[in-house]
């Protein structure tokens, strides 16, 4: 699992934190923009998996296919997906929404499944390397719970994406509720709901416009990620 995890994190990484604004509209207009976008994925998937580039990951066809050619491959599959879904949006006038976004993530994470070596489905599979799956996490609750929020409330709300005061404050929202679940025993779960209430009192006093919606996705993709996050950290979520 640990080349899997790598390569979770290094998509994390270069389809949200380091796909800047400039870059996602590139690659809308223009097909260099779309290498450019790829190309990011293939330098940071081989930086955080150099040291097994060498080793046979799969085979195809009974051809051994090492780690190199793997990434080859998945930048090339990247660049048709990603094509494919702009494409959708201006050909066939397809609704750039929540569902094109998850159909789009879970094709590439599946991707990054079939070629990692020896994935087994076991008790295993949720657990990376502590530092791995740390920064893994750290990016779900940032950047992809962002992603997703925006999504849904311009699905039902047809809002635009928020602005930078907004993101951001939202964002350290959900970083300190994440953190709470980094310590041992269950007193902690006092200051996480005193938290939760704050958040409400935000809303109720309109300090920042949120949503319903908004909220709950916050709570509750922050919950899930911190419970990932503490049976990757202590090696069980009961702890």
Known sequence: MLIFWRLFLSHLLADFTLQFDIVNRLKRKHVWGMAIHCMTHFVVSAALTYCYLGDVWF???????????????????????????????????????????LVDQFLHIYFLFLISPAVQLDGGFFMAEKWTGVIAMS?????????????????????????????YFLIFERVVLWSFFFAAGWWWLAFAAAWVGQLFYIRAKRIIDLSLANIALSLVLTSAVGLWTRYIYFGSIFR
């Open 59 to 101: 085979s195809l066809g009974g051809v051994n296919v090492n780690g190199w050619w793997a990434l080859i491959l998945m930048l090339v599959v990247h660049f048709i997906i990603d094509e494919l879904r702009i494409y959708s949006m201006r050909r066939l006038h397809y609704r750039d929404g929540t569902a094109s976004f």
């Open 139 to 167: 990016v779900l609750v940032t950047h992809v719970t962002t992603v997703i929020i925006y999504f849904v409330e311009k699905d039902f709300y047809g809002r635009q994406f928020p602005n930078f005061d907004e993101k």
